[in-house]
């Protein structure tokens, strides 16, 4: 019986010997897994295009406010709200009688003043003709001739209260000065108009060509000096590739603009300044009041690039993985100032010639070893 006992302990000590050693081959690194082995590439420098937008509100080219010139009832209204007018055609009519009435009275004082003249000629004459038989002196003729020329002053006046009249008469029908589309009215029949209205009867529109404007901040407009030839601003804008208008839903207008002005002066508020872009609209898609955005493409030279894939976003930052000198992983936060293609533009965190991890970071540790695969051409390019 106590043999069987020392036979079963001595097994029992075995297996147990078998296990432990099991386990230190195990812990001393026989089956343990090494540092990880992830692809490195070197951060570059490239030429780059940038596309940035901008919002932007959209202009007729001549945007004229229809105002009364003269006071009066409205009697009619000849056009619709939003339809396209011709210049020189009539709007809006104001009652006219009160005008007609004077341009009578001054067509009938100018008709007095003629005759007041040809009596004051008749007069001269006859006092000329009898000094030189010495029947009057040449003081009677001297008189005669300051009545002359003051009944020659009052024709000119009477003539120009005639054409005063006119104009004002002429005022009762408003024109369009441009050819255009007409806004909404602001007044309707019967309503009492006046020069000093508040509000215009109605504003047209010329939109056959539309003006949008954007505004660029400092730093912006100092790129945008720099990327173009010229020796001066007007010089620069000539040599400025078109631009595109995304319309308020996202969609592109089908035509292209040109940058044709730049404001003089920064606004101290926002510390921007205003660019206009000019646009044909020959369909009439875009209406003064639109809003959309402007994209412009810039030209970048020798700028530091890395690829958006090989970057994580923690917090609203971003981070990347460069190694150490000791092939030791490290998170650094980039700061970025825009992309192109498939590339973050990076201004601040790394420098050209810096080691990234391209992939395979995701649960990777800071201060993590890493052995860095030789052979990363084709994934650095990911």
Do not use: W
Not at 236 to 251: A, C, E, H, R, Y
């Amino acid at each position: 019986m106590k043999r069987l006992f020392v036979l079963k302990s001595i097994s029992f000590l075995t297996l147990f010997l078998v296990l432990v050693g099991c386990g230190n081959k195990h812990q001393n690194g026989g089956y343990q897994q090494g540092p990880p082995e992830l692809p490195v590439a070197e951060v570059k420098t490239a030429d780059a295009v940038v596309t940035k937008t901008y919002a932007a509100s959209v202009e007729g080219v001549s945007n004229v406010e229809i105002r009364p010139q003269v006071s009066g009832y409205l009697t009619k209204i000849y056009v619709d709200e939003g339809q396209f007018v011709k210049a020189g055609q009539v709007l809006f009519a104001i009652e006219s009688q009160v005008y007609r009435e004077q341009l009578n009275n001054a067509q009938a004082a100018l008709l007095s003043a003629k005759s007041n003249l040809d009596n004051s000629k008749i007069n001269l004459d006859r006092k000329k003709e009898l000094v030189s038989n010495k029947m009057v002196s040449d003081f009677q003729v001297r008189e005669a001739e300051i009545a002359y020329n003051a009944a020659k002053a009052g024709v000119e006046q009477a003539n120009a209260v005639v054409e005063s009249a006119k104009i004002n008469l002429g005022f009762t029908q408003i024109k369009a000065p441009v050819s255009g589309y007409t806004s909404r009215f602001n007044y309707r029949l019967g309503s009492l108009l006046s020069p000093t209205n508040q509000q215009p009867l109605t504003i047209l529109s010329d939109i056959q060509q539309v003006y949008t404007y954007f505004s660029l901040s400092e730093n912006d407009f100092i790129n945008f000096q720099r990327q173009y030839a010229g020796n001066n601003i007007s010089e620069k804008i000539k040599n400025t590739p078109p631009v595109t208008l995304l319309m308020s839903d996202g969609t592109p207008y089908a035509h292209p603009g040109k940058i044709d002005a730049v404001e003089g002066l920064f606004n101290k508020t926002t510390g921007a300044i205003t660019v206009r872009a000019k646009f044909v609209n020959p369909e009439v898609l875009l209406r003064s009041g639109n809003t959309g955005k402007i994209v412009m493409e810039q030209q970048l030279k020798n700028a530091l690039l890395f690829p958006i894939a090989s970057t994580v976003i923690i917090q609203d930052k971003v981070f990347v993985f460069t190694l150490d000198k000791e092939n030791k992983a490290v998170q650094v936060p980039v700061e970025i100032s825009g992309k192109s293609g498939n590339n973050y533009i990076v201004s601040g965190g790394l420098k050209a010639g810096d080691k990234y991890i391209v992939m395979g970071f995701e649960r990777l540790q800071p201060g993590t070893p890493v052995v860095a695969l030789k052979d990363t051409a084709n994934i650095s390019k990911h």
